[in-house]
T-cell receptor
Framework: EAGVVQSPRYKIIEKKQPVAFWCNPI?????LYWYRQNLGQGPELLIR????????DSQLPKDRFSAERLKGVDSTLKIQPAELGDSAVYLC????????????????FGSGTRLTVV | GENVEQHPSTLSVQEGDSAVIKCTYS??????FPWYKQELGKGPQLIID?????GEKKDQRIAVTLNKTAKHFSLHITETQPEDSAVYFC???????????FGKGTTLSVSS
């Protein structure tokens, strides 16, 4: 079984340019997460999808970030325009039934996209 | 909201020694506590987890303990090996159980 696939692995852009990241979750996983990981820090949630619906985007900076998950499978995360402070690793994760007492647990993460804004 | 504190930030041990990483959480409603290992250039990988109705769980050289009253949980690695060197993250489920809140990580270095 293929894991969570993310592309590109690395991206270097100039500030004010747009950038997009792509994620293909594990087949059958209904829940998809985008996390941002700053250098030396733990991952921080940006947005969570249940199928095609964004059910938690409270931490997504909506002035410049957007995300979509058409057909409830692949997802893209976009930044426009990028700022220097957006440099980080953007991680995608998927889960079959979310976390907590409701079901199965633990995410599977992709390898991430390392974004450098110069 | 939930806040997860993790200590120490760095840990160096000799091969064969034990390593212990500790985390505390703030919201008593959290009920799921996984640990992730992240190697350089890779995404975090789940290595062990524990639910709030269990006090301890073990998987070969790795064990996790949970103290719900004190709201802290710990990762124990015995007989450490150089390949255990990585960054380890603890996490706690958000009160609604819909996402994970991560600690800041512990860089474990095992020297041979």
């Amino acid at each position: 079984e293929a894991g969570v696939v993310q592309s590109p692995r690395y991206k270097i852009i100039e500030k004010k340019q747009p950038v997009a990241f792509w994620c293909n979750p594990i087949s059958g996983h209904n829940t998809l997460y985008w996390y941002r990981q700053n250098l030396g820090q733990g991952p921080e949630l940006l947005i969570r999808y249940e199928n095609e619906e964004a059910v938690d985007d409270s931490q997504l900076p909506k002035d410049r970030f957007s995300a979509e998950r058409l057909k409830g499978v692949d997802s893209t995360l976009k930044i426009q325009p990028a700022e220097l402070g957006d440099s980080a690793v953007y991680l995608c994760a998927s889960s079959s039934r979310g976390t907590g007492a409701r079901g199965s647990y633990g995410y599977t993460f992709g390898s991430g996209t390392r974004l450098t804004v110069v | 909201g939930e806040n997860v504190e993790q200590h120490p930030s760095t840990l160096s041990v000799q091969e064969g020694d034990s390593a212990v990483i500790k985390c505390t959480y703030s919201d008593s409603a959290s009920n799921y506590f996984p640990w992730y290992k992240q190697e350089l250039g890779k995404g975090p990988q789940l290595i062990i987890d524990i639910r709030s109705n269990v006090g301890e769980k073990k998987d070969q050289r790795i064990a996790v303990t949970l103290n719900k009253t004190a709201k802290h949980f710990s990762l124990h690695i015995t007989e450490t090996q150089p390949e255990d060197s990585a960054v380890y993250f603890c996490a706690a489920s958000s009160p609604a159980g819909t996402a994970l809140i991560f600690g800041k990580g512990t860089t474990l270095s095992v020297s041979s």
